[in-house]
């Protein structure tokens, strides 16, 4: 099964969860759509084998969004995740993981939505080029999420960062990029790449500490 497939799927799943928040006045109260949790792995034998080793480059959505396949495939697909992307999954596990996929296949999750209020937008138009974050914090959610693909200094340089189509990004470089800008891709992901959307994990206050982490990582 080519890269592009597996990117083609990501792509769509980072799609489906990236929204707009428009307001003309921020001092008003704004209600949106967004998804109430993220889906997860179901609980069977097997399920935290993909918690441990799936959800390093990808999300669970990504298992529940592709058609069934046979053993055969699922096979195929995990043992080109450990060789192709460097996943650390023992030889001994694979088996398992490849019996708890095949037992998903005939599951289809649809996270529900719910209206939720936010007292301003988190980024409004002619909004000052500065997001105040503490980036201690962001720093422990930069090494709890990120140095895989873009390694412990931000060079891109991840266990799978050089292995991605196109490679991850070196976050050392981004110094000429508006804080909105790298904002708004941490948010919302980028499209054509392995970068998924974070919204829905991290909050307004963590996002903004993570954006002033990286900044730090610029010469």
Known sequence: MRVSFFLSVWLLVTIIFCGQVVAKNPEEILTFKLPSD?????PAP???LANNYCLICHSAEYIYMQPP?????WTEIVHKMKE??????PDEQISPLVDYLL???????SPPTH?????????????????????RNGKVLYERHCPTCHGAGGKGDGLIGQSLVPPAANLTLLREKSDTSILDTIRNGRPGTAMPSWKDYLNHSELNDLLSYIRTLSP
Request: proline share 15%; with cysteine.
């Open 46 to 48: 097997g399920s935290q």
């Open 115 to 135: 209206s939720v209020q936010s007292e301003a937008p988190e980024i409004i138009a002619d909004q000052p080029q500065s997001f105040p974050g503490d980036p």
């Open 69 to 73: 396949h046979p053993r055969e495939l």
């Open 38 to 42: 993220p889906i997860s792995f179901q």
């Open 103 to 109: 037992s998903q296949n005939s599951i289809q999750i």
């Open 84 to 89: 192709s992307f460097g996943c650390p999954i």
